[in-house]
């Protein structure tokens, strides 16, 4: 079945340190999310990527999406401890399929100060 | 504007016995979806409630049931609780038209089964 990868699992980071995340797909994605959630909080939505190719910024945060398609990266630069949760890709459904989200295994960012 | 509320937010039961999770969407939202999130299987889609029909359903046993109210409010229940059903509970909702734009989760009922 359909199936979304992300690398690393886990990452330990010193403060100041950058750190990148990776998320591939089996199938063509027609769009791709990403989420953060915080230790012992709910994932709360970060972007979604629609093109090809596609690069967009929010501050020190940077989302990637393929040229394929089929993978996408997010790259937090120069970290903070307010960094610190797991963030999951997620691969949104197709016309009329409603909130089901495929999503990836996290990658769990800790940051040390 | 309130956002998504999840009661109850904890809860322990013991196996054998059912359980029902509550989800309040934000107002206007008609898309509410069921995730169960366990430290070895990650965020996994039970099943997609829109205008009071299931229009999507995960991979789950049919212990798993929902439903939805004409005010877009959802229950989950589980029966025949096992210890693997162990986990948090997370309620989602979106506008759920055409696309799936942000799913705006609440905070979950973590469910713990003895």
């Known amino acids: 079945g359909q199936q979304v990868m992300q690398i690393p699992q886990y990452q330990h980071v010193q403060e100041g340190e950058d750190f990148t995340t990776y998320c591939n797909s089996s199938t063509t994605l027609s769009n791709i999310q990403w989420y953060k959630q915080r230790p012992g909080g709910h994932p709360v939505f970060l972007i979604q990527l629609v093109k090809s190719g596609e690069v967009k910024k929010q501050k020190r945060l940077t989302f990637q999406f393929g040229e394929a398609k089929k993978n996408s990266s997010l790259h937090i630069t120069a970290t903070q401890t307010t960094d610190v949760g797991t963030y999951f890709c997620a691969d949104p459904p197709t016309y009329n399929q409603g909130g089901k989200l495929i999503f990836g295994q996290g990658t769990e960012l800790s940051v040390k100060p | 504007k309130a956002g998504v509320t999840q009661t109850p937010r904890y809860l322990i039961k013991t196996r054998g016995q059912q359980v029902t999770l509550s989800c309040s969407p934000i107002?206007?939202?008609?898309?509410v979806s069921w995730y169960q999130q366990t430290p070895g299987q990650g965020l996994q889609f039970l099943f997609e409630?829109?205008?009071?029909?299931?229009?999507n359903k995960g991979n789950f046993p049919g212990r798993f049931s929902g439903r939805q109210f004409s005010n877009s409010r959802s229950e989950m229940n589980v029966s025949t609780l096992e210890l693997g059903d162990s986990a948090l509970y997370l309620c989602a909702s979106s506008l759920g038209q055409l696309n799936t734009g942000e799913l705006f989760f609440g905070e979950g009922s973590r469910l713990t089964v003895l």
């Open positions: 409630y829109f205008s009071e029909t299931q229009r």
């Open positions: 107002s206007g939202h008609r898309s």
